[in-house]
T-cell receptor, first 114, second 112 residues
């Protein structure tokens, strides 16, 4: 069956360090992968989209990699700040009844301490 | 301001009493969808719509209905709510299916 796996344990890091979050998937062949940030009780907010033919994408302190051979995406936040504390979700496109829909992983909580 | 607006934000209702959660977007997006989010289960898609009058089931459609009569609106209907539909609901819209999704603020529904 199709699965998207994100580390269910919270990631605790110190301010200034690089946070690395992992998204693994099985039995998917996504054309693209997205990362979102979600704060408690609020809707997810889009961060980055990377396509299958792209190895890496950057936006300010954020970097995403996409390895279709390993079936894995890594999400990095450099020079992390307490304000980066949130849950981060990866999402893949998959075909459903002939249409592409977005399926989300369960997310990994990131806690950045001062 | 570009946004997706859901109403109500909070709702407590009783089993069996029909309710509608509204969703409206002002970005002229073609694609809209509904998700529910439960602890330990993450975001799961209920229904989605590719355009006006075109809708399809997501992963957990049982007990829900939707309609898309206008491009901007995509209401979620619970004809006979049950306690297992207690959840946090999100509406989302996208310009197309494979682009970034914009989410509403969420509706926290409790069915007693």
């Amino acid at each position: 069956s199709q699965k998207i796996e994100q580390n269910s344990e919270a990631l605790n890091i110190q301010e200034g360090k690089t946070a690395t979050l992992t998204c693994n998937y099985t039995n998917y062949s996504p054309a693209y992968l997205q990362w979102y940030r979600q704060d408690p009780g609020r809707g997810p907010v889009f961060l980055l989209l990377i396509r299958e033919n792209e190895k890496e994408k950057r936006k300010e302190r954020l970097k995403v990699t996409f390895d279709t051979t390993l079936k894995q995406s890594l999400f990095h936040i450099t020079a992390s700040q307490p304000a980066d504390s949130a849950t981060y979700l990866c999402a893949l496109d998959r075909m459903n009844s002939g249409y592409s829909t977005l399926t989300f992983g369960k997310g990994t909580m990131l806690l950045v301490s001062p | 301001e570009a946004q997706v607006t859901q109403n109500p934000r909070y709702l407590i209702t009783v089993t069996g009493k029909k309710l509608t959660v509204t969703c409206s977007q002002n970005m002229n997006h073609e694609y809209m969808s509904w998700y529910r989010q439960d602890p330990g289960l993450g975001l799961r898609q209920i229904y989605y719509s590719m355009n006006v009058e075109v809708t399809d089931k997501g992963d957990v459609p049982e007990g829900y209905k939707v309609s898309r009569k206008e491009k901007r609106n995509f209401p979620l209907i619970l004809e006979s709510p049950s306690p297992n539909q207690t959840s946090l609901y999100f509406c989302a819209s996208s310009p197309q299916m494979n682009t970034e999704a914009f989410f509403g603020q969420g509706t926290r529904l409790t069915v007693v």
